[in-house]
């Protein structure tokens, strides 16, 4: 098939006078500026869209701003040749006021995250974005009725299917990290959840259903991207995802994001921003009635202050974690709360003590956490990372080395950009000693290792 030359780019390329080499950069600039760094379009990229190829978000409206500024007056994808329906960068980044905008939305993330849209991939995290999110969460009144009148009717097994497939990626995720799988579980939502939302016919009780479905396997999509590092996209995921909760009137399953979330703000360094997530979590878990969640927000409360400095307020954190940890009730909590036992307990207790410099609680806490379930590979790499860690903090250097030896060895299996960022962090802490034995042992012992 022969792509149909786009005469009106051409032309109004011609009467601003740029040249297509020109022209790409100031796209690339722009994109830049508005939160879509690297960009790295070029005049062949130009000359493509002139010989009929049309190019995906967010260069079209891009390209009207920068027509419209040369050539001052409004210029619109239409006048570009180009599609009028274009998506707009802040995708995903706002929790909808109404059921129907939170499907459209989710939908519109699914399908541009499959076809790997740019704008998506190299997207900033927002702390507005976050807290707005949070705060409509809060304060949003319970969906009146979440039903659908569309053409397939959803049934029970439609819903039990994505809980399977949710099961079966986590497990996978945790095994070899997020990189393994993640393409096949965006894949998924946009083929075989997207039309259950649009196109299925369910009553309110079904549509809450589905909608719980739905926020799960979609916090574990962000949960993956986060796992990557792709902060930005994870957290539009997770804000979709506390829409689909909200759809659900689920304060379990949305207290749970939101502790997801307050996860990804202590890891990039933004404690304040976490301390807000997690005490908006616990308001949901005690919602929900649930000791588990409520301890595991109050852990992440208490992961903000050490990221704080706050010692006393920290300790005072974990110390209502733990007793209220002791409340739990076996087999009175959901599913998807089982990976929260006592080694994961120990292990956040050991991230807050590692980053209050405290190397002999650290230890202490890190060795309980290897307690843990040999499934989750990725969690053990982190709690060996923290063993070292701490071990380093006490001058015990010998057996640093030998910790550390194993958590590089698990990093190297994994695809996960955070097991990589851990073993980073532990080649730092070991900088000061590199001319030790253990040290170059060690170096020498990993040196066929990607991340070594």
């Not at 790295?40 to 190019?55: E, N, T």
């Amino acid at each position: 098939m022969v792509r149909e030359s786009n005469r009106l780019l051409q032309q109004l390329i011609a009467e601003a006078g740029f040249s297509h080499k020109g022209l790409a950069r100031r796209l690339n600039d722009l994109g830049a500026a508005r939160g879509t760094p690297g960009l790295k379009y070029d005049h062949s990229s130009v000359l493509r869209w002139i010989a009929g190829q049309r190019p995906r978000g967010p260069v079209p409206s891009l390209l009207t701003e920068i027509f419209a500024l040369r050539l001052g007056r409004p210029v619109s994808a239409e006048d570009l040749g180009m599609p009028a329906i274009i998506t707009p960068l802040d995708l995903g980044q706002h929790f909808t006021h109404t059921w129907q905008e939170g499907i459209a939305t989710v939908t519109a993330l699914w399908r541009a995250d499959v076809e790997r849209r740019r704008f998506l991939i190299d997207s900033t995290f927002a702390i507005g974005a976050g807290s707005v999110g949070a705060v409509r969460w809060l304060t949003a009144p319970a969906e009146s009725r979440v039903a659908s009148g569309g053409s397939r009717r959803v049934g029970r097994a439609d819903i039990a299917a994505i809980h399977e497939v949710t099961r079966s990626f986590g497990e996978l995720d945790n095994r070899f990290g997020g990189g393994r799988v993640r393409s096949s579980v965006i894949r998924y939502l946009d083929s075989a959840v997207s039309p259950l939302l649009k196109d299925g016919s369910y009553d309110d009780a079904t549509g809450k259903e589905l909608a719980a479905a739905a926020a799960e396997l979609t916090r574990l999509a962000g949960w993956m991207a986060y796992d990557l590092e792709q902060h930005g996209l994870a957290q539009r995921y997770l804000i979709q995802a506390l829409r689909l909760a909200r759809g659900a009137d689920d304060h379990a399953l949305g207290g749970e994001i939101l502790a997801g979330m307050a996860h990804q703000a202590v890891y990039l360094g933004q404690p304040g921003h976490a301390l807000d997530l997690a005490r908006a979590a616990q308001a949901s878990a005690r919602q929900a009635g649930i000791p588990t969640l409520l301890s595991s927000s109050q852990v992440l409360e208490a992961h903000a202050h050490a990221g704080l400095g706050d010692a006393r307020s920290c300790a005072a954190s974990l110390h209502l974690a733990e007793t209220t940890f002791d409340r739990r009730v076996a087999g009175q909590e959901p599913p998807w709360l089982s990976y929260f036992d006592e080694a994961y307990l120990a292990a956040k207790f050991a991230h807050c003590f590692r980053d209050l410099g405290d190397g002999p609680r650290v230890v202490r806490q890190a060795r309980r956490s290897l307690d843990m379930d040999g499934r989750f590979v990725r969690g053990r790499m982190f709690n060996l990372s923290l063993l070292a860690a701490g071990l380093l903090q006490c001058g015990e250097l010998d057996e640093a080395c030998k910790v550390a030896s194993t958590a590089f060895s698990l990093a190297g299996e994994l695809q996960s950009a955070r097991s990589r960022s851990y073993a980073a962090d532990l080649r730092r802490r070991l900088e000061p000693y590199k001319r030790e034995p253990a040290v170059v042992a060690l170096q020498q012992r990993t040196r066929e290792l990607a991340l070594a």
